[in-house]
């Protein structure tokens, strides 16, 4: 019978290829000597992956780099150090323990050491947390910092042992904008259209949204009578302006002429029991001013 015999012949296969396995296995025993003589089985580590738990720290403020080491050689490591660099503008703190097998201490102003076990064939270090204080460094600016492996004894491969993660150095910007109401509906503010005041039947709140989970950021503002609003906020991340009014209004066309007049709210999320609306995600860097402003109509 076709099945039978089939079967059969899976058997004997998978049979063979265990016989296959113990042999290989058996010479994988008496293997190391002949092998590290041979240039073989040498360890590979390498900065797998550099971030920061924070995307853009100010002056003063605490964060971590986050530091993923891996042996990518074909043998085990000895134990591995590591060396993490501390940029003009940052400044070292007390490392967190011993917190996930690493053990870290400050090597200098300069520079970290941190040490972890042998790490076998493809294994991964479990990750690696280093504190930063930011001191000094120029609002606006990017700093690098930069992790080396110190090379194995037998490190098959020591350009990948170095990697490097710039953060940038949050400073401030002003967002502000103009509410008025677009009577003509024709996406620009003219002579004669209104200003929308802060208040239940005008604009109830306006704030800014950030997307990026690792940045720190954000503020609100309350509308003046005339319309104006201003916020001074954090920067080196992506805004977007969120504005919440009064039911009664919906939102005019957005990016129609003139920037300097038109309206800036492209997106409407909400229509009841109050009107959502958004405007596009800019980057606010240092020093920098974004006008932001939002024409609304009667909803219809
Ligand atoms: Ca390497
Ligand atoms: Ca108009
Ligand atoms: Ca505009």
């Not at 953060?167 to 009577?183: E, F, H, N, P, Q």
């Amino acid at each position: 019978m076709r099945p039978r015999s089939l079967s059969r012949s899976i058997r004997r296969t998978f049979s063979s290829s265990l016989t296959a396995l113990a042999l290989v296995g058996g010479a994988a025993v008496l293997a190391p000597a002949d092998a590290v003589a041979a240039g073989k089985l040498q360890p590979d580590l390498a900065v797998d992956l550099m971030m920061t738990d924070v995307l853009n720290p100010a002056e003063g403020e605490t964060f971590n780099a986050e530091i993923d080491v891996r042996n990518y050689g074909a043998g085990g490591s000895d134990p591995v150090s590591v060396t993490v660099s501390v940029p003009s503008g940052l400044r070292t703190t007390s490392p967190s323990g011993t917190d996930s097998g690493w053990a870290c201490a400050v090597a200098s102003t300069t520079s970290y050491t941190c040490a972890y076990p042998e790490l076998a064939a493809g294994g991964r270090a479990i990750r690696l947390h280093v504190p930063f204080v930011v001191a000094g460094a120029t609002p606006g600016s990017a700093v690098p910092i930069t992790t080396t492996i110190v090379p194995q004894r037998r490190e098959a491969n020591t350009d990948n042992n170095t990697g490097s993660v710039t953060v940038a150095i949050s400073g401030t910007c002003v967002i502000r904008g103009t509410v008025w109401y677009d009577l003509d509906r024709d996406g620009q503010r003219e002579e004669g259209e209104p200003a929308i005041a802060g208040g239940p039947d005008g604009v109830l709140n306006v704030r800014l949204g950030v997307r990026q989970g690792r940045a720190v950021g954000g503020g609100s503002a309350a509308v003046n009578p005339d319309g104006t609003w201003s916020i001074t906020a954090r920067t080196e991340l992506l805004y977007s302006v969120w504005l919440e009014a009064s039911g009664a209004y919906g939102r005019t066309v957005a990016d129609v002429g003139d920037d300097a007049t038109d309206s800036d709210m492209v997106t409407s999320y909400q229509f009841e029991p109050t009107l959502l609306v958004a405007s596009g995600e800019f980057e606010a860097v240092h020093g920098g001013e974004y006008v932001v402003d939002a024409g609304l109509v009667p909803q219809s």
